[in-house]
């Protein structure tokens, strides 16, 4: 079961306090990605992770690996026991792996990252051989390395996802829902779409703003965030910055279907 939490954290605050400016008009936040959409995404985008695992006196051991990820989702890592985290796997096979986002804010915390937990296995049949050919694209020199014989090939099966997408804004899936989600074919393109929006499209980010995010006292905003459900702002007012969801119409289902997306937001706006 999904969870999200809104952009204000539930910490020990003074009365009154407030993060962020509220709206000043109605305004529903848009749909996000689910926390195990964004899981499949990110990973599917990565190859390299912080691997936790637990040493011989119980020690929670944080280690890199690089990790190729199978059809159903699953991490799969090619570790040797020369180093303890392969070790610890062939003794407890409990863990778990975080995986981050590149960093595009100047506070890495706001950038998002997901935690995967479970039990790994070591994979036989068919799986195997997926496995192996999901490791070998993400290491080099895997198959070079396949000739020792201390290496083995470990998969994740996941019980737990946790994703975290700045503060205050985190949620939590289950085995079954991380399985069932899909990767959002529009992440290639999602860099590219913001850089383009903030560059050459500044005046309709500002009017989407005012009119559809609830902040007709906007002065300013740039799209800090962009995927197949909607865009993420950054809302300047004479009251603070606030950042705000603004959903699509429809889901983007097409690579290329981001620019028909945001277009149709402007329209919108206008229309208001």
């Not at 999602?190 to 995010?213: G, R, Y």
């Amino acid at each position: 079961m999904s969870t999200l939490r809104a952009p204000n954290p539930d910490h020990a605050v003074p009365d009154g306090f407030q993060y962020f400016p509220p709206p000043l008009a109605p305004a529903e936040p848009g749909e996000r990605r689910t926390p195990a959409e964004e899981a499949r995404t990110l990973l599917a985008h990565s190859t390299v992770a912080t691997l936790g695992s637990l040493s011989e006196d119980g020690t929670p051991w944080a280690s890199m690996v690089v990790f190729g990820t199978l059809a159903d989702g699953a991490p799969v890592i090619f570790v040797s026991t020369l180093a303890e985290h392969g070790r610890n796997l062939e003794r407890d096979q409990r863990g778990s792996l975080m995986v981050a986002a590149p960093i595009t804010n100047p506070d890495p915390l706001q950038s998002g990252r997901v935690t995967l937990a479970g039990r790994w296995e070591k994979p036989e049949g068919a799986r195997e051989e997926e496995a192996r050919e999901a490791a070998y694209k993400a290491m080099p020199y895997g198959r070079t390395y396949a000739k020792m014989g201390d290496f083995s090939l470990w998969v994740l099966n996941v019980e737990r996802v946790r994703w975290v997408g700045g503060y205050g804004i985190m949620g939590s899936d289950d085995a079954a829902s991380y399985k069932a989600a899909a990767v959002d074919p529009t992440a290639p393109s999602a860099a590219h779409a913001v850089a383009h929006l903030n560059d050459d499209h500044a005046d309709a980010l500002l009017l989407i703003s005012q009119k559809l995010a609830g902040y007709p006292d906007a002065t300013a905003a740039k799209a800090s965030g962009i995927d197949r459900y909607g865009m993420d702002l950054s809302i300047d007012t004479p009251r603070g910055n606030a950042p705000f969801r603004v959903g699509f119409a429809e889901r983007c289902d097409e690579p290329d279907g981001l620019r028909g997306a945001t277009v149709e937001l402007a329209k919108r706006a206008r229309g208001v």
